[in-house]
């Protein structure tokens, strides 16, 4: 694998975007609003994109089928930058599919057909492209690979971003605790942080982990305050108020420009800020990889606050 600034490990989708005015309920037929779209996702492959849309070197690890949309997929991530030598092709096994539905309110559900995502494991050209790169970013996907990329990472002196997500956050400090353990910085919104934790209250959570993995857990959102809290550093970030369009990837937008920032060596609170434009600036896009060039991002920056 080519050296890259940043690699991400996780899912790679095949994602299939449907725009209705509500959500399916028995009994009841939903149409779309607008034609349905389709493209690339998953959290490792949207921030990976959104970091070469922001002027970085970006490769990713995961795992696809050897079939026709992983081939497409493949192609739409080199095209838009993405190292994909770390992407492993599964025989015998389909590439990963997700159902996105979006409301009117820019909510979201999806339904996932992981695929060939899973199991993952590292090979060695994977283990040598973390090694030489300045910063990892973990999403959810195997254990085993997580436990073992960022134990890697640790090793090497490379930082660690980790987005347990929905997917892995239900396991907790115990399922989780040998990745935390070589975390930088853990970035997952307050219901994520409820799971792991079982604590209501974000700043009691987040200090719980500062205290026992002696991390920097940073606390995204869609409209409340962006918490950042470190042994030695404690403040919240307002982010842009705007009626969004889509808000599926609005998180990993938030991660690369977070990421963006660490890279850069900024301040944190310069890199919450930021995290807070790219999403700000994606959820007024449609699909997961929509974030703008760098110029239009930093539009949002003077209405963060």
């Not at 002027?55 to 050897?66: E, F």
């Not at 239900?170 to 070589?182: D, T, Y």
């Not at 369009?245 to 938030?254: K, N």
Request: proline share 4%.
């Amino acid at each position: 694998m080519a050296k890259s600034e940043v690699v991400t490990i996780g899912h790679i989708l095949y994602d299939t975007r449907c725009y209705v005015d509500g959500f399916p309920s028995p009994s009841r037929t939903t149409f779309t609003q607008k034609p349905i779209a389709t493209g690339c996702g998953g959290s490792a492959a949207n921030t990976a994109v959104n970091l070469c849309r922001l002027g970085k070197k970006a490769s990713m690890i995961g795992r696809i089928g050897d079939d026709f949309t992983g081939r497409q997929l493949l192609h739409e991530l080199e095209k838009k930058g993405v190292g994909t030598a770390g992407i492993q092709k599964s025989k015998g096994t389909h590439t990963g599919i997700s159902i996105v539905l979006i409301d009117k309110n820019a909510e979201v559900e999806v339904i996932e057909d992981v695929g060939a995502n899973e199991p993952l494991a590292l090979g060695k050209e994977a283990e040598k492209a973390i090694k030489a790169a300045k910063h990892l970013h973990l999403t959810g996907t195997s254990i085993k690979a997580l436990e073992k990329a960022s134990a890697i990472a640790e090793k090497a002196g490379t930082t660690v971003s980790f987005d347990p997500g929905r997917s892995k956050s239900h396991l907790g400090k115990k399922g989780l605790g040998k990745i935390l353990e070589n975390v930088d910085y853990l970035i997952l919104n307050r219901a994520e942080l409820g799971r792991i934790t079982k604590a209501w209250n974000p700043l009691t959570g987040a200090r719980e982990l500062v205290k026992e993995f002696n991390l920097s857990c940073v606390i995204k959102s869609g409209e409340k305050p962006i918490i950042f809290e470190s042994r030695h550093e404690h403040f919240s970030v307002y982010p842009v108020h705007l009626k969004p369009i889509d808000t599926i990837g609005a998180g990993d937008a938030f991660s690369a420009g977070f990421i963006c920032g660490l890279l850069e060596g900024k301040k944190h609170i310069d890199c919450v800020k930021l995290g807070a434009a790219c999403s700000a600036a994606k959820i007024l896009r449609q699909g997961a990889q929509s974030l703008p060039p760098r110029k239009d991002v930093e539009k949002f920056l003077k209405r963060v606050k």
